[in-house]
């Protein structure tokens, strides 16, 4: 039996280059390892069992069919990228200063929170429809659905964010006699950047299904009416790598939120992610 | 220079319930004097700190700085809470700044005299460091220069040690006794530790809870400038002892009471 013991302290401190290779490597390439590993997977699976393809296509099956209408795929791509980072925009736009006005005073919180619970209680697939007779079969209520997906967790983040400051802070800022307004712009808002992230990771995310959503009841484009389109004639192999090419703009744009806050917000307590 | 007359201090509770944070309290503070605030959670000290930060009005009686009563937070206040609160995003030397941006006062001597006061608490070469990469103790020195740095004439400080180690703790007493002798200021310093209120104090004022009420204050004789001896003297021992008494000497006589 061989008798464990410490390795030298000199093993133990590695160097600094050593664990940021080893970072890349948790971040990037050990996915990277696990999704191919899941496709040669399901590759094998639809080979080996020869599942028809209307049930599950077989990933190279996607790969062929998308690509043979690849302009067409990339059309409906940028039609539904406009309509996220449009919604998303103005969930940001939206979101930021009513969560100031939530945070402002109490009589206007119990005034607007009804209003904001209600947007979110009403189902957005039910509201789409009536969405497009009032605003029209075009752009905007598509957008205005995902904002509506889209805006609440982001209110709530920022408005947390906007009272997570010590009180303290709060007092000394009204020792220097500072106004409401730098009070907010120097204390508040700085302390809330990292709940704003938290929220525009969330917000980011629901934004992509949102537009999908908007797309199934209202739209001529977009990966959302592909995948309505394609299924209505059996051509599931579209169907799937359009469902593909949402999931990875839902990665990509989360993953550009992330490191948008790394990179201008380097002291965020919320760079800080699990298991690093 | 600080006068404090019959201020009584009622605060509404949640529940609908008046409490009573302060009743009456009366002191007169003079100039440069270092005045410590002893007694036990609940008896008003950081709302008497605050009465004269201008933070909190006085429901009955009057507070004034210099004969001005304190109807608002007055710009030659300084204030030192329990937390550093330092702002996380911005360098130490922007921490020290901080106050002068907040009040439009920043010129182009601002940074000489925030470093000179980072030099005072042996902070040079720090100024560009995070706060997260300073220890308690470094990070309450930023607050303690944040606080200085509009050079003002009352310091008011909440527990500024109170989250510290025990160690850190005994130095920053002899520390701040050092700052404070070389830039002289009036004082007021709220404190649960009845050792720190009497090496550093001219005076301790000693409160009692429940409607909070000055019990007693007490002179403290002891030369300056002190240092750790100090704390081996009688004079040190008789004053303590002192407050000891008027903070546990009640609980004591109704036990005894009890007994008997």
């Known amino acids: 039996m061989s008798v464990q013991v410490a390795p030298p302290l000199e093993e133990r401190q590695k160097p600094p280059r050593r664990r940021k290779r080893s970072a890349a490597l948790y971040e990037v390439v050990l996915p990277l390892i696990a999704t ?40 409906h791509t940028a039609a539904t990228f406009k309509t996220v980072m449009l919604g998303f925009g103005v969930s940001i736009l939206i979101s930021l200063p009513l969560a100031v006005l939530l945070t402002a005073s109490p009589a206007i919180a119990a005034a607007v929170y009804p209003f904001l619970v209600w947007t979110q209680s009403i189902p957005k697939v039910a509201l789409a429809p009536i969405l497009v007779v009032l605003l029209g079969t075009n752009e905007l209520p598509r957008i205005v659905i995902t904002v509506l997906v889209a805006f609440f967790p982001l209110v ?18 009204r020792a220097c006699r500072a106004s409401k307004l730098s009070e907010l712009l120097r204390i508040r808002l700085p302390y809330a950047i990292p709940f704003i992230f938290a929220g525009l990771k969330v917000a980011i995310s629901l934004a992509v299904v949102g537009a999908v959503v908007a797309e199934f009841v209202n739209a001529d484009a977009g990966l959302g009416f592909l995948i309505q389109t394609s299924t209505a004639f059996f051509k599931v ?40 | 220079m600080i006068s404090i007359n019959r201020v009584t201090r009622i605060f509404n509770s949640r529940d609908g319930d ?19 605030l002893v007694g036990p959670s609940g008896c008003g000290k950081s709302t008497l700190l605050r009465i004269v930060a201008g933070l909190i009005l006085p429901t009955a009686g009057r507070a004034s700085i210099g004969g001005e009563e304190i109807t608002e937070p007055r710009a030659e206040t300084g204030i030192v809470f329990q937390a550093p609160t330092l702002l996380p995003w911005a360098s130490v030397l922007d921490n020290v700044l901080f106050p002068l941006r907040m009040m439009h ?15 005072l608490v042996g902070l040079t070469g720090f100024e560009s460091k995070s706060p997260r990469e300073l220890s308690g103790g470094m990070q309450q020195r930023v607050a303690i220069c944040r606080a200085l740095v509009h050079d003002p004439d009352i310091l008011l400080m909440d527990e500024p040690f109170g989250a510290l180690d025990a160690l850190t703790r005994e130095e920053m007493t002899m520390e701040l006794l050092r700052i404070w002798s070389e830039r002289p200021k009036t004082v ?40 750790f001896e100090t704390e081996a003297t009688p004079e040190f021992h008789e004053a303590s002892q002192r407050i000891r008494q008027l903070i546990f000497g009640t609980r004591h006589v109704g036990s005894g009471r009890a007994a008997a």
Not at chain 1, 156 to 173: D, M, N, Q, R
Not at chain 1, 242 to 262: K, P, Y
Request: glycine share 6%; aromatic share 6%.
């Open chain 2, 188 to 227: 007021l310093f709220v404190t649960h530790s009845i050792t720190e209120a009497v090496v550093l104090a001219d005076r301790v004022v000693v409160m009692s809870p429940r409607p909070g009420r000055i019990a007693e204050i007490i002179d403290i004789g002891l030369p300056r400038p002190r240092s």
């Open chain 2, 105 to 119: 006062r920043i010129d182009s001597t601002s940074t000489d005299k925030a470093m000179a006061l980072l030099k």
């Open chain 2, 18 to 36: 008046q409490v009573t944070a302060l009743q009456d309290v009366s002191l007169e503070i003079g100039r440069n004097e270092f005045i410590t």
């Open chain 1, 237 to 276: 192999p579209v169907a799937f790598g359009a469902l593909i090419i949402l999931s990875v703009m839902g990665v990509v744009l989360f993953q550009i939120v992330v490191v948008a806050e790394r990179v201008f917000f380097p002291w965020s307590s919320s760079n800080t992610t699990p298991g690093a």
């Open chain 1, 156 to 173: 709530i983040s920022i408005a947390t964010g906007l009272l997570s400051v010590p009180p303290e802070l709060i007092e000394l800022s």
């Open chain 1, 36 to 75: 191919a590993g899941l496709f040669l997977l399901w590759e094998a699976a639809c080979r080996a069992f020869a599942i028809p393809g209307y049930l599950l296509p077989a990933p190279t099956d996607i790969w062929k069919d998308t690509m043979a209408i690849g302009p067409t795929v990339a059309g």
